[in-house]
């Protein structure tokens, strides 16, 4: 797999000239267009004309000094699961084709343009965004980088949106996560996937799978260059990323439910992880996480996902039913069985877990722990309903701790070149964002050594 570039060489090589938007615009098309490739699998639309155009356009504004910011002109992949002013969203669905084209851009999407971004195309997704794993019936799966002679799944629900960056066929994704759905497929496929603390940035224009637990977050290739792009969705501005000195972290490994059934190459890659860490200097405690064993019952009928995406789907699945994933339709169906008074019960409980979450890890940098307890399965492992259900819980597994208690979280590759991925992901509590981003920035260079 060829290295292609960060979003800061990139930014790098258009303000010297030594390259143009439009000539990285025509090298993502091709990569796409490339018949060898997973470009037809991994974007279900390609704005070759638009992003041709709008490549010209920051070419001219950057020759006036007049370019946005720095990164005008790099092109980016977005996930189907965002309006974009014209077309239709589809969420990875076909329930939704005759659906009215968008009238605006998805508040993410048009931050994304006013600084510059060109955007290349619609990347493929777990329909609906419910799984963790990236198979998509109506579309084709695109295989994870791991293995591709094989076809391993290449995580989900932001599926596309990973191998669009690990293929070269963008230079960064917007994707989405509810329950891991950036960070999987970034641990799949040994890229850097980020989760911000949800209020931080509008969920405004983007089809819901929970409205309690949906997070809008980068899929890119660094923690800088997924640093930028959180900057530019949060509305923030894009500041230098200062690492911090790994010597005097003080990191917690919660030892309740995260480590459990890891396969081998994870168990094993965390742990160098871990003493490597140490060996720079860093402080790292076991702990037990005694809250977490209240996620599992707190989901017991479905959780927030079923109860809210049931809310959103309940009149479109009656009449549209038999065109769903029946994998997706099940999960969903579970809502209609939730009570107001469940909904509420799960509101307070959270609220709850929350608090006292928060109040266990203060006195730590960060928590630290496996992103998924598997490796990418294998896509053609999963035709067994059984084997999918298990491999998919899984891989939720320990993103989802992280999204109940309303935290914030990066997936960092762990692996040494040429071993099967595995995401090592540091989380904090919400508002933490940016103190996550400078501890990921310290020990990203360190960990795979």
Request: glycine share 10%.
């Amino acid at each position: 797999m060829p290295e292609f570039p960060t979003l800061a060489k990139l930014a790098e090589d258009l303000e010297s000239g030594r390259t143009t938007a439009r000539k990285l615009v025509e090298a993502c098309i091709a990569r796409i267009a490339d018949p060898a490739g997973e470009g037809q699998r991994t974007f279900l639309r390609v704005d070759k004309d638009a992003a041709l155009a709008a490549a010209d356009a920051m070419d001219g504004l950057r020759k006036a000094k007049a370019a946005p910011s720095r990164y005008a002109g790099i092109p980016i992949s977005i996930k189907d699961l965002f309006d974009i002013k014209g077309q239709v969203t589809r969420a990875g669905s076909r329930a939704l084709d005759d659906s009215p084209p968008a009238e605006q851009d998805a508040a993410t999407v048009a931050r994304l343009r006013r600084a510059g971004f060109v955007v290349i195309g619609r990347t493929n997704m777990t329909e609906f965004a419910y799984s963790g794993i990236g198979i998509n019936p109506h579309y084709g799966t695109p295989k994870g980088g791991w293995n591709r002679a094989v076809g391993h799944v290449p995580g989900g629900s932001s599926s596309g949106a990973a191998v669009s960056v690990l293929d070269g066929m963008a230079h960064g994704a917007l994707g989405t996560d509810t329950g891991g759905s950036c960070r999987i497929p970034a641990a799949y496929n040994g890229i850097v996937g980020y989760k911000p603390t949800q209020r931080r940035v509008p969920l405004d224009g983007s089809v819901p799978l929970s409205f309690s637990l949906d997070s809008i977050g980068p899929l890119a290739r660094s923690v800088s260059c997924c640093a930028i792009l959180d900057a530019v969705l949060a509305n923030e501005p894009i500041a230098p990323l200062k690492p911090r000195p790994i010597q005097g972290m003080r990191l917690a490994v919660p030892t309740t439910i995260a480590l459990d059934d890891l396969d081998a190459e994870v168990a094993g890659t965390f742990e160098r992880a871990l003493r490597t860490l140490s060996d720079h200097g860093a402080i790292i405690e076991r702990i037990e996480m005694a809250e977490f064993h209240d996620i599992g019952p707190m989901n017991a009928k479905g959780g927030f996902a079923a109860s809210e995406s049931y809310a959103w789907h309940r009149y479109l699945i009656t009449s549209k039913g038999d065109v769903y994933d029946p994998r997706v339709s099940v999960r969903i169906m579970r809502g209609e069985a939730q009570s107001a008074a469940d909904y509420i019960d799960l509101l307070n409980e959270r609220r709850s877990l929350i608090a006292r979450v928060n109040a266990r890890i203060a006195p730590y940098d960060a928590l630290v722990l496996p992103t998924t307890p598997n490796t990418p399965p294998k896509i053609a492992d999963l035709a067994d309903d059984k084997a999918f259900t298990r491999e998919n819980i899984r891989a939720l597994r320990n993103c989802t701790l992280i999204n109940m208690i309303d935290g914030c979280a990066i997936s960092l590759p762990a692996h040494r070149q040429g071993d099967v991925p595995v995401g090592l992901m540091l989380a904090g509590a919400g508002g933490s964002d940016h103190r996550i981003f400078e501890l990921a920035a310290g020990m990203e260079a360190v960990i795979r050594v």
